[in-house]
Each structure stands twice: as structure tokens, then as C-alpha cells.
């Protein structure tokens, strides 16, 4: 990949998951080094710069001397490398490096080619810096996360390394590459931006885009096992209230449900409505939808921004407050609510199809003995619990401020939190998606000899256990609820992977 004007999801994903190398262009060098200069401009005049040739934060108004700037530099990468807890994955550590390198590339920064280069040796080496997940308040940006990453640029910390973890001074030597050694802005240019929370919010909404387009084909599963009504998908509803997003749902369950066996079955029975976990899927999974395209904008336009302080301009240095992480984190919050609801109602369906109250199927979709057998009874009990949890992970971070830097700091975005408990409840609600998928497909055969439309079987064969031995008896499922996991999250379940959910395609 070459780093030039703009950077999707699609090449972030290229570069934290499948480990393709990254170069600069032409024009981003140009860009970088004209920087450069004008911060060498800059402190030749001998005026006091913040972050040139200041203190930081609260000490903004202690002038350091000439021959101390690259010392400061140094200084506030270890001490600004604070972070605890649990670490990153490599894939987000990975992510953050690229959004990092592709706004400094945006010729604002100040920085010189070697420490842009810098992040993209290591990238290109498979060097991935030990990232604490915890210590980042979301404004100044993700200073402890992305000062983690800076010190292993400089020989100092710990990264993965051929996958051990080892030191950052071994693997640099290994490679065959230099330890950095940082002068004027370049140490807070590395440090003060809002990829942290960017990284993981790309990532996930990447992810969530996917598990959206799953849980339609899942949720068209259950309404075909539970003999649901498809009049409420019909397009003179939706017409009335023209949403894309329900539109999108109700055009596209349609289209899965087309030539259903099982619905011609019970298209004159008498049942009135179904229950809102049914009927108002369109409305509820729409507005799942448009959330997560907004959210995907905000997303890309930050990935795409100069987030660090100050701003390298050709006639002076700006401070602002580009760092502050509040887009980025009430997004997080945003898509977090909403991936919640796309699991609270598909909890519900998976209450359905195993309530003997309301499914018209066997109780608990049990075989053998009654009584004897509890079928998947307690699956429903797992898909409850993951959505408790989600309830409360759900509550905003971005609510949150607590003052840092002797008052300097008095509001920050709590950004990192909310996009770290975001991804809590993606996996969460991904495998109560897969559970979906097991019981439905499950329940469905029980309509047999009927089966649903050509479109949903080949997914129905996808999903469900094809050991005939096992449905006749209580059995461990755990290895298949894995196995169906696991086709969500990589994207197989659907026809054509990423490239159909990227192109909302309706012919999947």
C-alpha cells in the first residue's frame, strides 16, 4: 500500500490484518519534509513554540534551551509510556501505527521523513509494540497508548517479534534497523493524536458491518421457524417511514424468505401479528444500520485528520484542540447502543424458538425422550447473559470527564473506554448472533419435509449440525456454536465476503 491523500478501511484492514507493506508516496515525502523545515525555521527565530521548544501541558510556559529540545523529546516519550492492564491485540497496535504514520504524511506535523519511515519499518518488519490497553482519557489523544509505540522506536520497551515477546532493541537489530533518536516536536508528534481510540473503532466497525449482514440472514432463519408473517416487510410500509435502513432490512429478509416452503404454508392461517422481535425487525436492525454508516463516516473522516498539537503551518505553529478525542468517542458510544440492540432482540428470537409457549415447535427444541432431554434450553440462558453484560457495558464513557495536567486538561473524551468497551460488546453480540444461528437452524428442520427458500438454505445447510446421531439426544454443542462463530467473524457466512457487505449488495 502507498500512503497518499486518503486511507480506507478496506487498506487499514490490508495493513493490521494481513500484514501488507506500506510505503510513502512521492507527494507525502514532499508534504513531511516541507514540515521539517519550517519547524527548523521556526526555532532558528528563537520564539518560544509549544511542544518546539516548551514544557507540555500544564508546564507550556517553561521555555527549554537550544541544546535540551531533543533531551524534552526523549523525555516525554518514557515518561509519557504509562499505560497498564491487559495489551492490545497486534491487529490494533498495527492500525494504530498506520493511522499514526498517515497523519503525520499529512505535512502538519513537523516531523522529519526518518521517524515516519520509522513507523513504517516496523510495520513492513513485523515489529509490533507491547501497548498497555489502559491509561488513555481521550484527550490530549491516546498519550500513554501511542507513547508506548514511539518508545519502541527508540530501542526502549518491548513489541512482538517473529510472535515472542521479546525487547524492542533486540528485534530493531535483528531487522537491521536503527533505533530513532528524536529532535524538536517529534516526540509529541508521536504522541499527542487520537489513534488509540480510532484503531479500535475502525476495526470494529469493519467488524460490526459484517455481523450486521450475518444476523439479517440468521433473523430471516427464525422468522421462517417461527412461521412469521412477511406482510410486515412489505415495501408500502416502508415507504411511509423511508429510512435506508429499514428499507435495506425489509427488501433484503424479503428477498431470503423468497419461495419459502415453509411460509406458503401458513400464508391463510389466522394468526393476527407476530411479536415485535419478529414484525419490527425492518426498525429495529434499519436503524442498526444507519447508525453503523454514520458512524463508519466519523470513522474515516478521522482516520483521514491531523490530530496532533501543535499544527505545522508555513507562516507559524497553531494550538488547538485537534487531539481531542469527543467525535471519535461519542461514536463508540453511539455503535456501542446500537450493536447492544441488534443483540437484545435477537436474544428474543432465540427465547422464541426454544419457548414451547409461543413456537409451535417442540419444547426447548429438544429430541428424544421428553423430559429426559433439555435440547438447547440453557443457549437461551448464554444469549441472556451476554446481553445483561452488554446493558451495562452499553453506558456512555464519553458522559465522563475528570480534569488531568494541574487543571490544564479540564475535559477530556474517555474515548479509549468507550471504544475498548465497544469492543466488548461486538464479540459479545457476535456470539449471540452465532447462538441465533444454531438454534434456528436447529428449529427450522423440524418443518421437514418443508424446507425454506433456495436463497436461506444454503445457509441453513451452512449452520446446522449435520451429525444426525446427536439430534436424538442432550449433546455438547459447544465445538459447533465455534465453528459457526468463527464463519461470522471471518465473513464466510456471507456470499462473496467483505466485498458484499462493503457494496451492500441485495443479491447475497
Request: with cysteine; charged share 25%.
Amino acid at each position: 500500500m502507498i500512503i497518499e491523500d486518503k486511507l480506507s478501511l478496506e487498506s487499514l484492514i490490508k495493513v493490521a490484518r494481513n500484514y501488507e507493506k506500506v510505503e510513502l508516496s512521492k507527494k507525502a515525502v514532499e508534504r513531511i519534509e516541507k514540515s521539517r523545515k519550517n519547524v527548523e525555521r521556526f526555532l532558528k527565530s528563537g520564539k518560544a513554540i509549544y511542544g518546539i521548544n516548551t514544557g507540555f501541558g500544564a508546564l507550556a510556559n517553561v521555555k527549554i534551551s537550544k541544546n535540551e529540545i531533543n533531551d524534552l523529546q526523549t523525555n516525554l516519550v518514557r515518561s509519557h509510556s504509562a499505560g497498564v492492564g491487559g495489551i492490545f491485540n497486534e491487529e490494533t497496535v498495527r492500525a494504530m501505527m498506520l493511522l499514526r504514520a498517515f497523519s503525520l504524511s499529512k505535512g502538519f506535523s513537523g516531523v522529519r521523513i526518518d521517524v515516519v519511515r520509522g513507523i513504517l519499518d516496523m510495520l513492513n518488519h513485523r515489529i509490533t509494540p507491547i501497548v498497555p490497553s489502559q491509561g488513555s482519557v481521550g484527550a490530549s489523544g491516546d498519550l500513554a497508548p501511542l507513547a508506548h509505540i514511539a518508545l519502541a522506536m527508540m530501542g526502549e520497551g518491548e513489541v512482538f517479534y517473529n510472535r515472542q515477546r521479546v525487547s524492542a532493541e533486540f528485534a530493531l537489530e535483528r531487522e537491521g534497523l536503527k533505533p530513532l533518536k528524536y529532535e524538536a516536536k517529534e516526540g509529541l508528534a508521536l504522541t499527542n493524536g487520537t489513534q488509540a481510540i480510532t484503531a479500535v473503532l475502525a476495526l470494529t466497525v469493519y467488524d460490526a458491518k459484517i455481523l450486521f449482514e450475518s444476523s439479517l440472514i440468521i433473523a430471516s432463519i427464525s422468522m421462517d421457524a417461527l412461521k412469521s408473517s412477511t406482510v410486515p416487510l412489505d415495501p408500502r410500509i416502508h415507504e411511509l417511514r423511508p429510512y435506508k435502513g429499514q428499507k435495506y432490512v425489509a427488501e433484503k429478509i424479503l428477498r431470503y424468505l423468497e419461495d419459502s416452503e415453509i411460509r406458503k404454508s401458513h400464508l391463510n392461517c389466522p394468526k393476527v401479528q407476530d411479536a415485535y422481535s419478529l414484525r419490527a425487525i425492518p426498525q429495529v436492525l434499519g436503524a442498526v444500520k444507519d447508525t453503523i454508516d454514520y458512524v463508519e463516516k466519523v470513522t474515516l473522516t478521522e482516520m483521514n485528520s491531523v490530530t496532533d498539537n501543535p499544527l505545522i503551518f508555513e507562516d507559524g505553529a497553531l494550538s488547538g484542540g485537534n487531539f481531542h478525542g469527543e467525535p471519535v468517542a461519542l461514536a463508540s458510544d453511539f455503535l456501542a447502543i446500537a450493536i447492544s440492540e441488534l443483540a437484545n432482540i435477537a436474544e428474543r428470537r432465540i427465547d422464541r424458538l426454544v419457548n414451547p409457549l409461543v413456537s409451535g415447535l417442540p419444547p426447548f427444541l429438544a429430541t428424544g425422550k421428553a423430559g429426559l432431554n433439555s435440547g438447547m434450553m440453557i443457549w437461551q440462558y448464554t444469549a441472556a447473559s451476554l446481553v445483561s453484560e452488554n446493558k451495562v457495558l452499553a453506558h456512555p464513557a464519553s458522559i465522563d470527564s475528570i480534569p488531568t495536567s494541574a487543571y490544564q486538561e479540564d475535559h477530556v473524551s474517555m474515548g479509549t473506554i468507550a471504544a475498548r468497551k465497544l469492543r466488548m460488546i461486538l464479540e459479545n453480540a457476535t456470539k449471540v448472533v452465532a447462538i441465533e444461528g444454531m438454534v434456528a437452524s436447529h428449529a427450522i428442520r423440524f418443518h421437514a419435509p418443508l424446507k425454506t427458500g433456495k436463497k436461506l438454505e444454503k445457509y441453513v445447510e451452512l449452520l446446522r449440525d449435520h451429525d444426525t446421531e446427536k439430534a436424538k439426544r442432550d449433546t455438547y454443542l459447544g465445538k459447533h456454536f465455534e465453528e459457526i462463530l468463527k464463519r461470522i467473524k471471518s465473513g464466510s457466512m456471507i456470499k462473496g465476503g467483505n466485498k458484499c457487505v462493503q457494496k451492500n449488495c441485495l443479491s447475497t
